[in-house]
């Protein structure tokens, strides 16, 4: 049996075992399974396809952080890309004319945000098909994932990219689940548990998944009584998986009604817009950069007034290490204190070392050796 007949079976298994808690064990092991085969199957395309990057639409990284776009052909992925950034890429008024993604840079309170355009073509990407697996390698790099939707289709469209997502180990407004797991040499497989679960991870689950993957010998901790059965099929396949964050965007509202509007504004992690109409473009852009969670950091020479128009940028929580690595990576060497101002400070400057946690609009004076 192929790994694709071996995937179609366990969904086929699972589909027909009913969910109690007499099952739970055994849906474990499998969800255990599928996930292996799954990865084998990824592996095996990106192999027999000369690997992720021969596709001809992967893009280099530049500018801060990287955005992507993902949605349905049609949805207004292009319309969006050229209202917000600097680059503009052709609207046809027919489907599919994204074949090759479009780079473009949204310049906001003084960052570069590198968005991306995606192929519209991701179904099927988790059994390997076509374009979309190309479409989830470059997804995986991304700092968030925009998912356009069209306001006037159903809900569908978003539970199936979202599906597909998740089969391919990208877990979009998740935190990495709190599990420590390592892999050992001898002592057989210990299994501690902080608190009493909450949830349907047991010891036994654990054990008999580590069995099926043929690790005898390791450690596991679990910090969190709410994590699951799925949640530690994630830490065990911890490489192929993505916490990404995800703003959804819901275009052509112009074209429903005003309860429909209304009502998918008040989801979580949500934007409405209509680029025909040019509304809510202010918000998307507002969201793209909150969600990103930048900080910007404006450098002072000393004796001059601090620089406020062209600050560096930084992912949240980095330190002045961090921040000396992105001017140049030699710079940490020569670095030999800062002086910061700003609420990351403790008084006004503080004086601090590359491990200082700065924070945004932080004012920084590097001193070198
Ligand atoms: N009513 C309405 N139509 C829109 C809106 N935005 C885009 N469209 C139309 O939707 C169609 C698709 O727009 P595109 O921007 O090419 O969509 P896309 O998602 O990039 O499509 P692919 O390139 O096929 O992936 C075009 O005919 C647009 O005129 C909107 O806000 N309202």
């Given at each position: 049996m192929g790994v694709i007949e071996k995937i179609k079976a366990i969904e086929e298994e699972m589909a027909r075992t009913q969910k109690n808690k007499a099952t739970e064990h055994h849906l474990g092991l499998l969800k255990g399974k599928l996930a292996r085969y799954r990865q084998q199957l990824l592996e095996e395309n990106a192999a027999s396809s000369g690997g992720a990057g021969g596709s001809g639409f992967e893009v280099a990284k530049s500018g801060d952080a990287r955005a992507v776009l993902i949605g349905y052909p049609s949805v207004g992925k292009s319309s969006l890309l050229g209202k917000i950034t600097s680059t503009k890429s052709e609207v046809a008024h027919y489907s599919f004319t994204t074949l090759t993604s479009v780079p473009g840079v949204l310049k906001y309170e003084g960052a570069e945000i590198q968005i991306v355009d995606l192929p519209g073509i991701i179904y099927g990407a988790s059994q390997g098909k076509g374009r979309g697996r190309q479409v989830v390698s470059t997804a995986r790099t991304a700092d968030l994932v925009v998912m356009v939707l069209d306001?006037?289709?159903?809900?569908h469209q978003r539970e199936s990219l979202e599906a597909e997502l998740e089969a391919v180990g990208i877990r979009l407004n998740?935190?990495?689940?709190?599990i420590y797991y390592k892999k050992k040499e001898t002592g057989g497989v210990k299994v501690t548990f902080t608190?009493?679960?909450?949830?349907?991870?047991t010891e036994d689950t654990i054990k008999m998944i580590l069995k099926d993957y043929r690790v005898h010998n390791a450690e596991v901790l679990v910090r969190d009584d709410q994590c699951t059965i799925d949640d530690f099929i994630d830490i065990i396949n911890d490489q192929h998986r993505n916490y990404i964050k995800c703003l959804y965007v819901y275009n052509k509202i112009d074209a429903v009604s005003l309860e429909e509007v209304d009502k998918l504004a008040r989801e979580p992690n949500t934007v409405v817009i209509s680029c025909e109409m040019d509304l809510g473009m202010d918000d998307v852009v507002e969201q793209i950069w909150y969600q990103l969670n930048l900080s910007r950091v404006y450098t002072k020479k000393r004796g001059f007034k601090p620089s406020f128009e062209d600050p560096l940028v930084v992912r949240s929580n980095s330190t002045v290490g961090d921040l000396c690595h992105s001017i140049h990576r030699d710079f940490k060497d020569k670095f030999k204190y800062a002086l910061v101002w700003g609420s990351s400070a403790k008084h006004s400057p503080q004086k601090c070392g590359l491990t200082h946690k700065i924070d945004d609009e932080d004012v920084i004076t590097l001193f070198t050796k």
């Amino acid at each position: 049996m192929g790994v694709i007949e071996k995937i179609k079976a366990i969904e086929e298994e699972m589909a027909r075992t009913q969910k109690n808690k007499a099952t739970e064990h055994h849906l474990g092991l499998l969800k255990g399974k599928l996930a292996r085969y799954r990865q084998q199957l990824l592996e095996e395309n990106a192999a027999s396809s000369g690997g992720a990057g021969g596709s001809g639409f992967e893009v280099a990284k530049s500018g801060d952080a990287r955005a992507v776009l993902i949605g349905y052909p049609s949805v207004g992925k292009s319309s969006l890309l050229g209202k917000i950034t600097s680059t503009k890429s052709e609207v046809a008024h027919y489907s599919f004319t994204t074949l090759t993604s479009v780079p473009g840079v949204l310049k906001y309170e003084g960052a570069e945000i590198q968005i991306v355009d995606l192929p519209g073509i991701i179904y099927g990407a988790s059994q390997g098909k076509g374009r979309g697996r190309q479409v989830v390698s470059t997804a995986r790099t991304a700092d968030l994932v925009v998912m356009v939707l069209d306001a006037t289709k159903s809900q569908h469209q978003r539970e199936s990219l979202e599906a597909e997502l998740e089969a391919v180990g990208i877990r979009l407004n998740k935190e990495k689940p709190n599990i420590y797991y390592k892999k050992k040499e001898t002592g057989g497989v210990k299994v501690t548990f902080t608190s009493p679960p909450q949830a349907n991870l047991t010891e036994d689950t654990i054990k008999m998944i580590l069995k099926d993957y043929r690790v005898h010998n390791a450690e596991v901790l679990v910090r969190d009584d709410q994590c699951t059965i799925d949640d530690f099929i994630d830490i065990i396949n911890d490489q192929h998986r993505n916490y990404i964050k995800c703003l959804y965007v819901y275009n052509k509202i112009d074209a429903v009604s005003l309860e429909e509007v209304d009502k998918l504004a008040r989801e979580p992690n949500t934007v409405v817009i209509s680029c025909e109409m040019d509304l809510g473009m202010d918000d998307v852009v507002e969201q793209i950069w909150y969600q990103l969670n930048l900080s910007r950091v404006y450098t002072k020479k000393r004796g001059f007034k601090p620089s406020f128009e062209d600050p560096l940028v930084v992912r949240s929580n980095s330190t002045v290490g961090d921040l000396c690595h992105s001017i140049h990576r030699d710079f940490k060497d020569k670095f030999k204190y800062a002086l910061v101002w700003g609420s990351s400070a403790k008084h006004s400057p503080q004086k601090c070392g590359l491990t200082h946690k700065i924070d945004d609009e932080d004012v920084i004076t590097l001193f070198t050796k």
